[in-house]
């Protein structure tokens, strides 16, 4: 039996090897370059002396953008096809036939593929055909050995003790001119097939090489580029350290005279400040001296009357005095004005908002305690309940 492989496309058949072959390719040593970026579907066979199809395994095989076989295909074709269940009758009785309905091996179905009727009869005639120029057996010819009464030949010689008939050396050296015709015919496609792939890779390594050279070639047109360019920036660099330089030291002056000139403002400023006090005290220390006196009114103070050298004080917070006044602190004061001026509860509710429900108004400082005096009765409950937790 020979080991075969052949190659499908949509019109059928397009490429027939002998297994060492087949090997060739799944080990990288020969590349397929029209078959880049490609599932393809194949077909592994055994065919006999009689080249007729004994086995078929369906499979199919990728190969990379570079027309290389993929390195992790490992199917076992040839166990396969040995497990394999008769199935269809290509003329010499079933044959054994694993496909992807047909498959002795389930973990192996997603590899293979089913054929169609016309792809199993293209199988048939190719071995017929015998492209590979395969040794075979013609039909009807006598087994070599054997006489036409069938006892056994011995040293050229048969039962009778005469030599065979000559018809038939005749065939057979016709039948081995034939079948050596053909392995040269086959040895002839096999060089030039390997003409062609070496072919093939040579346009390949020179197309790379042309357009690595390219490649080359643009990057020493940008590093020059990109020197010219780094000459232009260092050039700028320095002129804008130049410039810097001078602007920094234009900066430093202006930055001192502005200095000299706050110095002044503030000087001239707090002489006229001071003039402006004297005189303004000077105003109301005449005024006191004619009797006049400064009265104030602050809710929970009253009318306060202040005296000349506290007029200062009451300038820098008039709230701070009212509510050292009542004795409470200014935050306390502020919180009780505020309750004064609008008594309302002030808890705030869920969302943000507040209470602001009516409530009693507290008319003294002192007395004013927040968190209860204003709010309303349930939320000053809750407020003491929540201290006592």
């Known amino acids: 039996m020979v080991e075969a492989v052949v190659f499908f496309n949509e019109q059928g058949i397009c490429r027939e090897m002998l297994l060492p072959e087949f090997e060739a390719v799944l080990d990288g040593v020969v590349g397929l370059p029209d078959l880049a970026d490609q599932q393809v579907r194949l077909a592994y066979l055994l065919i006999s002396p009689r080249l007729e199809v004994r086995a078929a395994v369906f499979f199919y095989l990728d190969f990379d953008e570079d027309g290389a076989a993929d390195p992790g295909w490992n199917l076992p074709l040839r166990q396969l096809s040995e497990r394999a269940a008769p199935g269809i009758d290509l003329g010499a009785g079933p044959i054994r036939l694993v496909s992807r309905s047909r498959c002795p091996a389930a973990w192996h179905q997603m590899h293979l593929w089913d054929p169609e009727l016309q792809e199993l009869m293209s199988l048939r005639d190719a071995a017929k055909r015998n492209q590979l120029g395969l040794l075979c057996e013609e039909e009807g010819a006598p087994a070599v050995g054997r006489s036409s009464s069938g006892l056994q030949v011995a040293n050229g010689h048969d039962a009778a003790g005469t030599v065979p008939n000559k018809d038939w050396s005749d065939g057979q050296r016709q039948k081995t001119a034939r079948l ?29 090489a042309r357009t690595l050279q390219a490649e080359v070639q643009e990057l020493h047109e940008q590093l020059s580029r990109y020197q010219a360019l780094n000459a ?40 006229h400040e001071q003039l402006a006090a004297q005189n303004i005290e000077q105003a ?20 306060l009357t202040i005296p000349l050298q506290e007029i200062a004080r009451y300038q820098e917070s008039p709230i701070a005095y009212a509510a050292a006044k009542c004795s409470v602190s200014e935050e306390q004061y502020r919180q009780w004005l505020r309750h004064f001026q609008q008594p309302v509860c002030e808890c705030e509710l869920t969302g943000g908002k507040r209470c602001a429900l009516p409530i009693d108004r507290v008319d003294n400082p002192q007395r004013f305690v927040a968190g209860e005096s204003n709010c309303c009765a349930r939320h000053k409950s809750d407020n003491r309940l929540r201290n006592a937790g």
Do not use: D, W
């Open 232 to 271: 232009s920036l260092e050039a700028q660099l320095q002129t804008q350290s130049e410039s810097r330089a001078h602007a920094e030291a234009e900066l430093v002056a202006r930055v001192e005279q502005e200095r000299l000139g706050r110095e002044e403002i503030l000087r001239l400023r707090s002489g």
């Open 180 to 208: 050596i015709k053909r392995q040269r015919l086959h040895i002839r496609n096999l060089s030039r097939y390997l003409e062609e792939a070496q072919g093939r890779l040579k346009q390949a390594a020179e197309l790379q």
């Open 284 to 303: 109301l220390e005449g005024l006191a001296s004619l009797g006049l006196t400064f009265v104030v009114y602050h809710p929970g103070a009253g009318h």
